[in-house]
């Protein structure tokens, strides 16, 4: 069964008492779910989040399936999100996207069989001028082309 922990816990609360509605803590609390659930959130969190919170599930679950920043299933230890907006797409993206899953040997949003990556396709991570770009967990890296996207994964602990 899920349950923050006590840090987490407080953390949320910190954020209800930030805002003047508690509907305005949901993203924050999500992001704190989801780094203490490895990285997704599943059914039970929203559950948990609910009742702590003491906001209906269907309100919190509008704004998890709303965003793409939160995962909908467990993610490798490294989550490597390929920015597929525009400028990426047309500097490289969707060949950056399969040159990794065939080299890694999965598909899109799909976790290796050690647990160490997912690739996933992501909407616009603010980088246009940078593009083709990724983010491994929550660092960026920009101007790549298939092969320094591919040293940088070899390079990670």
Known sequence: MFALSPEGLERVKKEMRRYETKQSAIIPALYIAQQENNGWISDEVIDYLSRVMEIPAAQINEVFKFYTMFNQKPVGRYHVQVC?????????????????????????????????????RVECLGSC?????????????????????????????
Do not use: W
């Open 84 to 120: 597929g907006t525009l400028s990426c797409h047309v500097n490289g993206a969707p060949e950056l996207i399969e040159f990794l899953c065939r080299h890694l040997g999965v598909k899109l949003d799909e976790m290796t069989a050690d647990g160490k990556f997912t690739i996933s």
């Open 129 to 157: 001028g940078t593009a083709p770009m990724m983010q491994v967990n929550d660092t960026y890296y920009e101007n790549l082309t298939p092969e320094k996207a591919l040293q940088i994964l070899k390079n990670l602990p």
